[in-house]
């Protein structure tokens, strides 16, 4: 053998030995992290934050040509897709459809879980924060959140998100949770049922892309004259007679059961606060609308236009676009149109705007 064989066969043995290193390495770690979620200290669950990304938000500008968006969405809209969760994977139910958002594990026991237990699980979860749920099986059949008063169950279900506006779940996200979930049952005595990985993880990325297309934020801008900024004190007393309120930095204008419907920030990003308003001087602020949240997303944005154009009048400014340019009907006409695509998209994935399911995924 000469010697150049002698180093290739002893670097491809090292190179195997790291490998082996490094599975026993991330086997001992996600070991460690499971064990100590039962354990005395309850620390994060996965091996790793959930990988994602914060989308950036679109928002559409007010032009007087065409653009192509609206044709886009209206095109994604007339495709059938899949809702995020294949309908013969998921678990049985009592007669309520699966979540289209999530990954649902049920755990099923021939005794009632107590608090204890059901709190031990919730603790386990905590890392994984508003992507995770707890539901429990009622006398009725109905499932409800633990949260809901139930003082034990013998079945629950436990559901990671699949996606939402910090990205998708990934195949180790998923595998950790299944683990953990499996590793608590084990505890109280439980049976698993928790489906295959696989289409799930299509289901993730899918929803996630589909996200992306219709995660709009719509801005309108009222600008002050140049070389005479608008007093804090002005636009804080114009705002609340518009009908908006200021709460944690940020305007917001509520319908009458106290739902936002839109928000008012300063173009510098700063948040307001009262003593700011009391001296400052702005060159503008910008109405922002967040569309997969509202159901009637057209009719609030013809209320924001509205609103806008009153707050200008008051103050003395004007409604303008990104660019600067005033607002026209045929431009505002053109923003409609893309909220009743993004709207007929997200019916046709089963998604409705406004809804709980909304509301999930596009926090």
């Given amino acids: ?11 491809g043995a090292l190179v195997i030995a790291c490998v082996i290193v490094y599975n026993r390495v991330q086997e001992n770690r996600f070991r460690r992290r499971v064990e100590a979620s039962f354990g005395d200290g309850h620390g994060d669950v996965l091996l790793d934050p959930l990988n994602g990304r914060l989308k950036d938000r679109i928002e559409p500008q007010l032009k007087s040509e065409s653009e192509d968006a609206a044709e886009a969405v209206s095109a994604r809209a007339g495709r059938v897709e899949p809702v995020g969760v294949p309908a013969d994977a998921a678990p049985e139910t009592a007669g309520e459809e699966s979540s289209p958002i999530d990954y649902t594990v049920q755990v099923s026991c021939e005794h009632v879980l107590q608090q204890p237990a059901l709190q031990q699980l919730l603790e386990a979860l905590d890392g994984l924060g508003r992507r995770a749920q707890v539901m429990a099986s009622v006398a009725d059949g ?9 003082a034990g169950a013998s079945r629950i279900r436990v559901a990671l998100q699949l996606a939402d506006r910090r990205g998708h779940v990934t195949e180790d996200d998923l595998g950790a949770f299944v683990r953990l979930v499996i590793q608590w049952a084990q505890g109280v005595l439980g049976s698993v049922a928790a489906p295959e990985l696989k289409p799930y993880l299509e289901a993730a990325r899918d929803l996630d892309r589909f996200c992306a297309d219709v995660d709009v934020v719509v801005g309108l801008n009222v600008v002050a004259p140049s070389g005479q900024p608008f007093s804090g004190t002005k636009l804080r007393s114009c705002a609340e007679a518009a009908g908006f309120r200021l709460e944690n930095g940020t305007f917001r204008f509520a319908d009458v059961n ?28 910008t109405l922002l609308l967040d569309v997969p949240k509202l159901e009637q997303g057209v009719k609030v944005f013809d209320q924001m236009i509205d609103t806008g154009r009153h707050l200008a009048n008051a103050l003395g400014g004007t409604l303008v676009d990104d660019n600067r340019t005033p607002v026209t009907e045929a431009g505002l006409e053109q923003i409609r149109s893309q909220l009743r695509g993004i709207y007929t998209a997200m019916e046709t994935r089963g998604i409705h705007a406004g809804s709980r399911v909304a509301l999930r995924l596009f926090s």
């Fill in 142 to 150: 109905r499932w409800v959140t633990l949260a809901e008063g139930t």
């Fill in 1 to 11: 053998m000469s010697d150049l064989q002698i180093a290739l066969t002893g670097v």
């Fill in 258 to 285: 106290g739902n936002r419907l839109f928000t008012m920030e300063s173009q510098q990003g700063e948040p307001f606060d009262l003593d700011r308003l009391s001296s400052a001087a702005m060159n503008g602020v």
